[in-house]
């Protein structure tokens, strides 16, 4: 392991276009389970919720689980070690651009500034008809559904649901950062989520090397990943950024 972190570290600091792609592994570590698996919010939740036809014909009872999902419970969550890093490798110039399928916003919460959000972001709310935008605070989710100040329209977490496409600008970036990039860091993600999970193999058709920080092995790990770095996000990051600047 020590040696791959090593070799690792080297390809990260000697990179000119590196890009991250991160999943709910990533924010784990700040209390959000993942959607999916043993533990996951789908094992306690109808994900019938988040399919787009059931919110138009039943908004009622999909907000009713959206507001304890994505607003009671993800609303009190706290960016870790692992999205601070991430932040810090932007400032410093090494990560160009963060491409994740989170929906949390603890990436921005840390400090993180050129991120494509492929899903969206449950921190915002749009109304369908007029495009006006709010944040949570400004909406009394006491009541709902919560509607548009303008137009009366049922409002909808920016963010996609099942049977809703993928935000074009944000899947477009997220393709030619993909091939620019020379070194993908793949950090908490199954690669089982299309077409999220085509990015890093779209980099890796263009010539990128693959790191991939993981709990256990993924979908990418026997296909596209170079080197395979087993553990939490957090602490396989923070001894990253250890090597990469000893002084700090």
């Not at 993180?112 to 959000?117: A, F, G, I």
Request: aromatic residues 10%.
């Amino acid at each position: 392991m020590k040696v791959y972190i090593q070799k690792a570290a080297e390809l990260i600091r000697n990179s000119k276009a590196m890009i991250a792609f991160t999943g709910a592994g990533v924010s784990v570590e700040s209390g959000i389970p993942p959607f999916r698996g043993t533990n996951g919010l789908w094992s306690r939740y109808d994900p019938q919720c988040l399919d787009l036809d059931f919110f138009h014909s039943h908004p009622k009872e999909s907000w009713t689980a959206i507001k304890t999902i994505f607003y009671d419970f993800f609303g009190n969550a706290k960016f870790n070690e692992a999205h601070r890093v991430l932040a810090d490798f932007e400032a410093k110039g090494i990560l160009k651009t963060l491409v994740t399928q989170n929906i949390d916003n603890l990436h921005q919460m840390a400090g993180s500034k050129n991120v494509l959000e492929f899903h969206g972001n449950s921190q915002k709310l749009i109304c369908p008809q007029c495009k006006k935008m709010y944040v949570p605070e400004e909406i009394n989710l006491d009541v709902l559904p919560p509607l548009c100040v303008n137009d009366g329209f049922i409002l909808k977490p920016d963010f996609v649901f099942f049977g809703e496409g993928i935000p074009e600008e944000a899947y477009r970036r997220s393709i030619l950062a993909a091939r620019k990039a020379d070194v993908v860091l793949i950090i908490g993600t199954t690669g089982e989520v299309m077409p999220a999970s085509m990015i890093p193999s779209e980099a890796k058709r263009a010539g990128a090397t693959i790191i991939e920080i993981n709990t256990e092995p993924s979908n990418y790990t026997n296909r596209i990943t170079d080197i395979f770095l087993e553990g939490k996000a957090s602490e396989i990051l923070l001894e990253l950024e250890g090597l990469i600047y000893p002084e700090k």
